[in-house]
C-alpha cells in the first residue's frame, strides 16, 4: 500500500484532456514538493513534473502539474497516442525521512 | 551524453549478498545526489534510497523497507555509484535502477539508468 494515493487507471481518447490524481497527508504533499514521472512501457521513467507544477525542458506543455493542500493532480491536454503510460506522483515525506511514490496510475488511449 | 548505465544484477539465494554499480558519463557525478529506485515485477516504483553530495558529507537516506541491509555509496573519482545489498529476500527481486537528482529541479529525478534485473530464489 503506498504513502500516495492514486487511481490504478485512467483513460481518454485522442484531444481530449485527462487528470490523474495524486492523494498524500501534511507529512508529504501539504508541505512538500510533488514530482511527476512517466513511465513508459518496457523504458526508465521520466521526470515529467518538479516543484509541483513546473516542466523541464524538453518536455511538451500539454503536461502541467497542480497541488492544493494534500493533494496533487497532473493534466495531459490533447492527449496523443504515445502518452499510454504509467504515471507516477513522489513527494518527500518528512515522517518517513525518505521518497515516497504512489503507486501509479496507468493511462490508456482509447 | 548524459548517462547512466547500472551493471552487477542477477540471481542469488535468499539471505545471499549483491553490489551493484552504476557508472554516470557525460556529467560530474559529485555535483549531484543520486538515488536508487526498484520496480518489482509487475509493481511500481519504489524509492531505496539516496547519497549527497562529499559537501552534503555523503550522508545517506534509505527506505524502511531496505535499512540495515542495504548501504549506498559512491566513488567520484570514477564516477560511480554503489548499492550493496547484504540479507537479500524474495521481496527485493526488482529492476533496480540508479537516478540523478538535479538541483535545478528541485531535487526531482532527471535521469536514470536502463535498470538492472536482480532475482532472489531459491
Known amino acids: 500500500q503506498s504513502v500516495l494515493t492514486q487511481p490504478p487507471s485512467a483513460s481518454g481518447t485522442p484531444g481530449q484532456r485527462v487528470t490523474i490524481s495524486c492523494s498524500g497527508s501534511n507529512s508529504n504533499i501539504g508541505n512538500k514538493y510533488v514530482y511527476w514521472y512517466q513511465q513508459l512501457p518496457g523504458t526508465a521513467p521520466k521526470l515529467l513534473i518538479y516543484?509541483?507544477?513546473q516542466r523541464p525542458s524538453g518536455v511538451p506543455d500539454r503536461f502541467s502539474g497542480s497541488k492544493s493542500g494534500t493533494s496533487a493532480s497532473l493534466t495531459i491536454s490533447g492527449l496523443r497516442s504515445e502518452d499510454e503510460a504509467d504515471y507516477y506522483c513522489?513527494?518527500?515525506?518528512?515522517?518517513?525521512?525518505?521518497?515516497?511514490f504512489g503507486g501509479g496510475t496507468k493511462l490508456t488511449v482509447l | 551524453e548524459v548517462q547512466l548505465v547500472e551493471s552487477g544484477g542477477g540471481l542469488v539465494q535468499p539471505g545471499g549478498s549483491l553490489r551493484l554499480s552504476c557508472a554516470a558519463s557525460?556529467?560530474?557525478?559529485?555535483?549531484?545526489?543520486m538515488d536508487w529506485v526498484r520496480q518489482a515485477p509487475g509493481k511500481g516504483l519504489e524509492w531505496v534510497g539516496r547519497i549527497r553530495t562529499k559537501f552534503n558529507t555523503y550522508t545517506t537516506d534509505y527506505a524502511a523497507s531496505v535499512k540495515g541491509r542495504f548501504t549506498i555509496s559512491r566513488d567520484d573519482s570514477k564516477n560511480s555509484l554503489f548499492l550493496q545489498m547484504d540479507s537479500l529476500k524474495i521481496e527485493d527481486t526488482a529492476i533496480y535502477y540508479c537516478?540523478?537528482?538535479?538541483?535545478?529541479?528541485?531535487?526531482?529525478?532527471?535521469?536514470w539508468g536502463q535498470g538492472t534485473t536482480v532475482t532472489v530464489s531459491s
Open positions: 513522489a513527494a518527500w515525506d518528512d515522517s518517513l525521512s525518505g521518497r515516497v
Open positions: 537516478a540523478r537528482e538535479q538541483e535545478d529541479y528541485y531535487y526531482g529525478m532527471d535521469v
Open positions: 516543484r509541483s507544477n
Open positions: 557525460g556529467f560530474i557525478l559529485n555535483d549531484h545526489y
